[in-house]
């Protein structure tokens, strides 16, 4: 298996844009997760999916962001319009619940995310 | 809900070990967890431990576990320069399958 693949690696974008993340998560998993990464906030869980249902969006900052996944292999997170504060490493991780005792979370790689 | 902390950094000599310590919050937590991030990349799993057991050692890597204290802790023998990265402890909420992790303690390795 590749692991767990997210687009783009790099984006750079222009305050009021709209970004779309992306993530393929490993096949097989029925959970993912969606995490943000700041020097000021460490790792912060934003979304995460049980076969394909939002469970818990808590910590999704505001209405400007939105995460979808419309199917077992492919989910997205959604930042309109994007800010500078919303510039951050973006990381996509699944797992499955009879594997994770030992096999834990699988992260991608992240999107770096630059609002200028 | 469950909370995790850990101390922001740690340097050490090469060949010296390495102690990364964590506290968390939920006491009902089953597995915990460390994970390891390389500059640059994802957090990859590092090793974990199962409620029960005090101890597991893994090559140079050794977790002890403190249930009464809520204390984890990970100790790495014979320090390598390739172990400079940012180690993260995490827990599991109880009820849900929401890993919580700690801040990270960035390792910094000194030849």
């Known amino acids: 298996d590749a692991g767990v693949i997210q687009s783009p690696r790099h984006e750079v974008t222009e305050m009021g844009q709209e970004v779309t993340l992306r993530c393929k998560p490993i096949?097989?998993?029925?959970?993912l997760f969606w995490y943000r990464q700041t020097m000021m906030r460490g790792l912060e869980l934003l979304i995460y999916?049980?076969?394909?249902?939002?469970?818990?969006d808590s910590g999704m900052p505001e209405d400007r962001f939105s995460a979808k996944m419309p199917n077992a292999s492919f989910s997205t997170l959604k930042i309109q319009p994007s800010e500078p504060r919303d510039s951050a490493v973006y990381f996509c991780?699944?797992?499955?619940?009879?594997?994770?005792?030992?096999?834990?979370?699988?992260f991608g790689s992240g999107t770096r995310l630059t609002v200028v | 809900g469950e909370d995790v902390e850990q101390s922001l950094f740690l340097s050490v000599r090469e060949g010296d070990s390495s102690v990364i310590n964590c506290t968390y919050t939920?006491?009902?937590?089953?597995?915990l967890y460390w994970y390891k991030q390389e500059p640059g990349a994802g957090l990859q799993l590092l090793t974990y431990?199962?409620?029960?057991?005090d101890m597991k050692q893994d090559q140079r890597l050794t977790v002890l576990l403190n249930k009464k204290d809520k204390h984890l802790s990970l100790r790495i023998a014979d320090t390598q320069t390739g172990d400079s990265a940012i180690y993260f402890c995490?827990?599991?909420?109880?009820?849900?399958?929401?890993?919580?992790f700690g801040t990270g303690t960035r390792l910094k390795v000194l030849a």
């Open positions: 096949s097989g998993h029925d959970y």
């Open positions: 939920d006491s009902s937590s089953t597995y």
């Open positions: 999916f049980n076969n394909n249902v939002p469970i818990d």
């Open positions: 431990i199962f409620s029960n057991m």
């Open positions: 991780a699944s797992s499955s619940l009879v594997l994770d005792r030992v096999y834990g979370y699988t």
């Open positions: 995490a827990a599991p909420t109880s009820g849900t399958y929401k890993y919580i």
